[in-house]
Structures are given as structure tokens and as C-alpha cells.
């Protein structure tokens, strides 16, 4: 079973307004995912990072979102204006390395954009 | 980029049977292909899945083959129970660039008693 862990567990926010969400990936996982899960069950990569340094991330995500994993803290992502279209579940998930390992997915945060 | 394509929208089989979900790649540099199993309301669990370096795996009742040369990959899944029943999700990522998981549309899988 994942041990990751995300909070919180749902959120809700109007137009314009900021919505935050963490992360903590499982213990020595240094590999951590974002991702985006859409009322249509389409995923989108959102952002990597490996121990504290972004490995990739997409355009969406440099321009709205911001995200970071620093050292001893909780993984983070926000959004800094939230969008009727940004409403998903945002799923984090961590892994030993990249590649060929496995990745174990977070409950989940489901952002509800009003 | 890469597209994983999941051809099963919907399945239905008997409780006991088996039941097979076909996904297929189109980046023949991908090698890494795992499954997840999504029940309503919850996150994405991990099944099982199958690197580019072998061409079946088992674990209990999982079966997973994987053919290069077509670029397919499938999940059987032996001995069905009702508890099976959700979605299956199939995933494929390569071992250089982001590591992402570019995941196919979902399978709901529906074991009648």
C-alpha cells in the first residue's frame, strides 16, 4: 500500500483565488510526481522534481503553478489563480528513481474551482 | 509524443472467468508499462507491471505480456472476483526524459456475481 500522503483532501476555491496542496512522498522516494486527473479520467503531467531540483515541467505549469519540494518539508503545489478548468483531482505520486521504477500514488487532493 | 490508446471502455465478465485489457504505444523508446486499479472515490493503485526486457510477468492472478514488435500490451486477470471490479488504467514511460506516465483512458471493469 502507498504511503504517500496528501492534504488536503479536498479543497474548494473561487475564481482568482490561490489553492495550495502538499505532499509528502514515501520515505526515500526521491522522485516526485504531479499530476492532474480530470473529470474524464484524462491524466496530465504537471511537474517532477528529484530530491529538491525540477526535473521537467509543462507550460501550464510554469505559467499558474508553481511547485516545489524543498528538503525536510512537504512537497508543495499551487496554483496561483485558479480557473474553472483547473476543478481535478491532483494526484502525487513518489519513486525510488525514474524510468523503470515504480510509482505509488497519493490519496489525492480534489480541487473544486467555483 | 507518446500515446497509449486503451481499448476497452467498458468489460463485463462472470465472477470466475477472465478478463483481458488491451492497451497499445506508439513510442517505440517506452519500457516501462505498469497498471493501476482506481475504485470509485479513490486514488490509483498499483497492480503490477512489466519492463521491455521481458514479455510476460505473473503475480497471483495478474498476468501481463507485452509485445514489442507490435507495440501492445495487455493485463489478464484469472479467477475474477467482485472485488476486482474498478478501473484499470494502463501506463507506459520511457527511462530517459521527464519519467512521466502517459496513461491510457481507463478500463471499468465490472465483475457480475
Known amino acids: 500500500n502507498s504511503k504517500v500522503i496528501q492534504t488536503p483532501r479536498y479543497l474548494v476555491k473561487g475564481q482568482g483565488q490561490k489553492a495550495k496542496m502538499r505532499c509528502i512522498p514515501e520515505k526515500g522516494h526521491p522522485v516526485v510526481f504531479w499530476y492532474q486527473q480530470n473529470k474524464n479520467n484524462e491524466f496530465k503531467f504537471l511537474i517532477n522534481f528529484q530530491n529538491q531540483e525540477v526535473l521537467q515541467q509543462i507550460d501550464m505549469t510554469e505559467k499558474r503553478f508553481s511547485a516545489e519540494c524543498p528538503s525536510n518539508s512537504p512537497c508543495s503545489l499551487e496554483i496561483q489563480s485558479s480557473e474553472a478548468g483547473d476543478s481535478a483531482l491532483y494526484l502525487c505520486?513518489?519513486?525510488?528513481?525514474?524510468?523503470?521504477?515504480?510509482?505509488?500514488f497519493g490519496p489525492g487532493t480534489r480541487l473544486t474551482v467555483l | 509524443g507518446e500515446k497509449v490508446e486503451q481499448h476497452e471502455s467498458t468489460l463485463s465478465v462472470r465472477e470466475g472467468d477472465s478478463a483481458v485489457i488491451n492497451c497499445t504505444y506508439t513510442d517505440t523508446a517506452s519500457s516501462y508499462f505498469p497498471w493501476y486499479k482506481q475504485e470509485a472515490g479513490k486514488s490509483l493503485h498499483f497492480v503490477i507491471d512489466i519492463r521491455s526486457n521481458v514479455d510476460r510477468k505473473q503475480s497471483q492472478r495478474l498476468i501481463v505480456l507485452l509485445d514489442k514488435k507490435a507495440k501492445r500490451f495487455s493485463l489478464h486477470i484469472t479467477a475474477t472476483q467482485p472485488e476486482d471490479s474498478a478501473i484499470y488504467f494502463c501506463a507506459a514511460s520511457m527511462t530517459s526524459g521527464s519519467w512521466q506516465l502517459i496513461f491510457g483512458s481507463g478500463t471499468q471493469l465490472t465483475v457480475m456475481p
Open positions: 505520486a513518489s519513486s525510488l528513481s525514474g524510468g523503470n521504477y515504480e510509482q505509488y
